[in-house]
């Protein structure tokens, strides 16, 4: 089955060290990845995404991610943690044919330390 | 500009009560979709509507059901609610590759 695999549910980094949040996807045909954020008792937002060639994406607040197809994952990095960033991310994927359906990974809590 | 719109934002029910819960979009998208999101699991799909009068299941549509009422409106039903449907539950929908969610409805059932 096509899905999406968040490696560490919780990874916890000090301030101003890198933020890896890993995701992995299962699939023959590369998919449209997105990476969303949730902060307490929010909705998602859009962080970024990946629909073109394009393998480098950038997005809101410093994060960026890197389609790599030879590893099937798309992970999101940041430079410098915030505390700002302390939320839950989500990676998913939707096929590239007609079908809309939008499918999550089961989520990466990130903690920042001060 | 609101967006993506769910009532109510908490909801507790008794076993074998039934609600709707509402969503309403104002972007003028295509595609709707109901998740439910449980600790652990992320977000699960329930149905989806890729256009008004469509709609079809997703990975856990079973005790739901939902109606596409015109463009703008995608509702979920909940006829004989379970405990196992506590959970919070988000509506979004979607132009081309990207989706907007509300803001969430909190359903408990005891």
């Known amino acids: 089955a096509q899905s999406v695999t968040q490696l560490g549910s919780h990874v916890s980094v000090s301030e101003g060290a890198l933020v890896l949040l890993r995701c992995n996807y299962s699939?023959?045909?590369?998919?449209?990845l997105f990476w969303y954020v949730q902060y307490p008792n929010q909705g998602l937002q859009l962080l970024l995404k990946?629909?073109?060639?394009?393998?480098l994406v950038k997005g809101i607040n410093g994060f960026e991610a890197e389609f790599k197809k030879s590893e099937t994952s798309f992970h999101l990095t940041k430079p410098s943690a915030h505390m700002s960033d302390a939320a839950e991310y989500f990676c998913?994927?939707?096929?590239?044919?007609?079908?809309?359906?939008?499918?999550f990974g089961s989520g990466t809590r990130l903690l920042v330390r001060p | 500009n609101a967006g993506v719109t769910q009532t109510p934002k908490f909801q507790v029910l008794k076993t074998g009560q039934s609600m709707t819960l509402q969503c309403a979009q104002d972007?003028?998208?295509?595609?709707m979709y109901w998740y439910r999101q449980d600790p652990g699991m992320g977000l699960r799909l329930i149905y989806y509507?890729?256009?008004?009068?469509?709609?079809d299941k997703g990975e856990v549509p079973n005790g739901y059901n939902v109606s596409r009422l015109n463009k703008r409106e995608f509702s979920l039903r909940l006829e004989s609610a379970a405990p196992s449907q506590t959970s919070v539950y988000f509506c979004?929908?979607?132009?081309?590759?990207?989706?907007?969610f509300g803001q969430g409805t909190r359903l408990t059932v005891v």
């Open positions: 990946y629909t073109s060639a394009a393998t």
């Open positions: 979004a929908s979607s132009r081309n590759t990207e989706a907007f």
């Open positions: 998913a994927r939707r096929r590239r044919d007609s079908s809309y359906k939008l499918i």
């Open positions: 509507s890729a256009s008004e009068g469509t709609t």
């Open positions: 972007m003028n998208h295509n595609s």
């Open positions: 699939s023959s045909v590369p998919p449209y």
